[in-house]
């Protein structure tokens, strides 16, 4: 079954479900219905669903690769009421992103200012949580992703120090990389849409160990192996879930390092 069409016979059992009063029910399966046979496909595109729902194996399976209890949820994503149920029997933490500021009309004047997104995070007690560590940031090319990566970070207790100073995402990525390197930074990232040239670029610098974060045993790896302290990440082909995951554990996991040979192989070759 297509799955807008799953999304939209979902919202409308939710809804159905709301105005009886009963939003406990035990998730049932989907009833099969006829695809639309519309010969427009613009019509088609019309009734495109902006809303996803998680269902309670979507929500085992991310709660497998997070941090803490913390869910990360896209501005258009919505917990099925199975899934909200076992979120508040475990007692998590959902973050949930604010809908993209709409873009003005062609001709419009821009507004002066630019808002952040903001997001909604529901913890057991009810505080905010407040930055607790800062790390360096670089990006290049952002898009409505990795916006919602940052903000959403900011309000689970990263803080970022951006370094964009320049034009040129290689002049910052240098200038983070010599913080981190002269331990003003204890970490840095860089989130670009290829990771291959900047690997080759900061790899090059002294003092700098960076892991592209392609999974989150990948960047456990670096940080066990050879104490990355860099981690660059790749916002063409990485999800918002996965970018998320990937900066909370190599910012709040700092294992010591454990291969003590790769290290001395790689001073070697530095000094030689």
């Known amino acids: 079954?297509?799955?807008?069409?799953?999304?939209?016979?979902?919202?409308q059992v939710i809804e159905a479900l709301g105005r009886q009063g009963d939003t406990t029910q035990p998730e049932t399966p989907l009833p099969k219905t006829q695809e639309p046979t519309d010969s427009n496909p613009s019509a088609l595109e019309t009734r495109s669903v902006s809303k996803v729902f998680i269902t309670v194996d979507d929500l085992r399976q991310r709660l497998s690769g997070t941090n803490g209890g913390v869910?990360?949820?896209?501005?258009?994503?919505?917990?099925?009421p199975a899934a909200a149920d076992l979120v508040e029997a475990k007692n998590l933490i959902i973050s949930k992103a604010s809908a993209p500021e709409p873009q003005p009309a062609e001709g419009a004047m821009p507004s002066q200012e630019t808002?952040?997104?903001?997001y909604t995070l529901r913890s057991a007690s009810g505080e905010s949580m407040a930055p607790?560590?800062?790390?360096?940031?670089?990006?290049?090319?952002?898009?409505?992703?990795?916006?919602?990566v940052t903000d959403s970070l900011s309000n689970n207790g990263i803080g970022f120090s951006r370094f964009d100073q320049?034009?040129?995402?290689?002049?910052?990525?240098?200038?983070?990389?010599?913080?981190?390197?002269?331990?003003?930074?204890?970490?840095?990232v860089a989130v670009l849409?290829?990771?291959?040239?900047?690997?080759?670029l900061v790899n090059k610098i002294d003092g700098i160990r960076a892991?592209?974060?392609?999974?989150?045993?990948?960047?456990?790896?670096?940080i066990r192996h050879f104490g990355a302290n860099v981690l660059i990440l790749e916002h063409a082909f990485s999800t918002f879930h996965e970018m998320c995951t990937m900066i909370r554990v190599f910012t709040n996991n700092r294992a010591g390092v454990s291969s003590g040979d790769l290290l001395e192989?790689?001073?070697?070759?530095e000094r030689s």
């Open 166 to 188: 320049s034009s040129c995402w290689m002049e910052n990525l240098r200038s983070m990389c010599r913080d981190v390197a002269s331990g003003g930074l204890a970490t840095g």
């Open 193 to 200: 849409p290829y990771a291959a040239d900047a690997m080759v």
């Open 265 to 269: 192989a790689i001073g070697r070759e």
């Open 211 to 222: 892991v592209q974060g392609t999974r989150v045993g990948s960047v456990q790896a670096g």
């Open 115 to 118: 808002p952040g997104h903001a």
């Open 1 to 11: 079954m297509d799955t807008e069409l799953v999304n939209k016979i979902t919202e």
């Open 71 to 80: 869910i990360e949820l896209s501005h258009n994503e919505f917990l099925t």
């Open 132 to 148: 607790a560590i800062t790390i360096g940031l670089v990006i290049d090319r952002p898009g409505e992703k990795v916006r919602s």
